[in-house]
């Protein structure tokens, strides 16, 4: 098993920054492609980003991309999502997944935090 605990949402104004962390601990961290998913209300879990296990490779949304950036420290065990320029509609509970490779974390990652939520004021 792999336990995720994301932190570092809150409530930001638009065109503010803002990093996730996500700390993962139970089994062998640079084992696990990390990505990152968001859900806003009302609306369905979507994919925002992803990183291969040796952080050489990252992959985005189109709705991130040149915005957000995906990164990870595999001597800290944890991954991070630092976004930029925040939009209205980048509210959202933002989760992170683990799963052995890069292709299943972007759509069905077994491993999931409890989410950490964000919000953008206009």
């Known amino acids: 098993q792999v336990q995720l605990v994301e932190s570092g949402g809150g409530l930001v104004q638009a065109g503010d920054s803002l990093r996730l962390s996500c700390a993962a601990s139970g089994r062998t961290f640079s084992n696990y492609a990390m990505g990152w998913f968001r859900q806003a209300p009302g609306k369905e879990r979507e994919f925002v980003a992803a990183?291969?296990?040796?952080?050489?490779?990252?992959y985005y949304a189109d709705s991130v991309k040149g915005r957000f950036t995906i990164s990870r420290d595999n001597a800290k065990n944890t991954v991070y999502l630092q976004m930029n320029s925040l939009k209205p509609e980048d509210t959202a509970l933002y989760y992170c997944?683990?799963?052995?490779?890069?292709?299943?974390?972007?759509?069905?990652?077994?491993?999931w935090g409890r989410g950490t939520q964000v919000t953008v004021s206009s």
């Open positions: 997944a683990a799963a052995l490779s890069t292709t299943i974390v972007a759509s069905t990652p077994p491993y």
């Open positions: 990183i291969t296990r040796s952080g050489s490779s990252t």
